[in-house]
Nanobody, 114 residues
Framework: QVHLVESGGGLVQPGGSLRLSCAAS????????MGWYRQTPGKQRELVAV?????STDYADSVKGRFTISRAGNTVYLQMNSLKFEDTAVYYC??????????WGQGTQVTVSS
């Protein structure tokens, strides 16, 4: 099994920055992709960014140019700059693995408010 522990969420003013971290443990050799999703009470969970096992990246259009996903070892990061009110959500770390299966972190709250 892969276990994910998230950190780095909090309250930030519009235009500010936060850096989320997700540390994986357990069967980390199974991991293919690592990414971040977010969810608000009125919306379905949506993909924010993903980094593949060969460091390819993809971003939601709404965060391109503002967010950067990266990974080092068994940790994936999401650097969030120029934060907007619409970025307020619970952010979930997500991992895909081989054989096909996936894992979710516990979620970390990001609140953008003045």
């Amino acid at each position: 099994q892969v276990h994910l522990v998230e950190s780095g969420g909090g309250l930030v003013q519009p235009g500010g920055s936060l850096r989320l971290s997700c540390a994986a443990s357990g069967r980390t050799f199974e991991i293919d992709d690592m990414g971040w999703y977010r969810q608000t009470p009125g919306k379905q969970r949506e993909l924010v960014a993903v980094v593949g096992d060969r460091s390819s990246t993809d971003y939601a259009d709404s965060v391109k140019g503002r967010f950067t996903i990266s990974r080092a070892g068994n940790t994936v990061y999401l650097q969030m700059n120029s934060l907007k009110f619409e970025d307020t959500a619970v952010y979930y770390c997500h991992v895909t693995a081989t054989p096909p299966r996936d894992y979710w972190g516990q979620g970390t709250q990001v609140t953008v408010s003045s």
